[in-house]
């Protein structure tokens, strides 16, 4: 008789010389999920913060943004989440402006307290003369 492989037995482990096939998938890291929360963001907010600070203009709508994404273990918590125009927002998510920009902003108008932000002012991220957190972790000064 020959082993006959379907769609259900196909990952089964299959003895093969003394050894077991066997997979130990890595635990899954518990996140916060509310489906509520950007409603919440908005409302705390009212408009966005990133275009208030920076006087460029901003486009119609606001968004809830998620600073650290979902994709990457972001939680679903108001600490994580900044309201933007969706010109902004656009911005956010090409990294144009950098996450440690918008946490800096958070504490700013919120007093959230995030490790190595400081609150945003205009010196560090406009003037671009004082030096900021960079994405790899370095320090160095905010380009212009």
Known sequence: M???ITPATRYL????MGRTNSFNPAPKV?????SKITQLARKRDGYC???????????DGLDGHHIKTR???GDDVLENIISLCRMHHDMAGA???EPEELLSILTLFHGYVYENINPWSAKDWI???STA?????SLGTVPS
Do not use: A, E, F, Q
Not at 13 to 16: D, E, F, G, L
Not at 133 to 137: E, F, L, S, T
């Open 95 to 97: 990294y144009k402006i």
């Open 13 to 16: 482990p299959v003895p093969s």
């Open 30 to 34: 518990l996140r916060v999920y509310d």
């Open 49 to 59: 913060l990133y275009g208030l600070l920076h006087k460029d203009g901003c486009s």
């Open 127 to 129: 003037d671009g003369r």
């Open 71 to 73: 994709g990457s273990g």
């Open 133 to 137: 957190i960079h994405r790899n972790g």
């Open 2 to 4: 020959t082993n006959v």
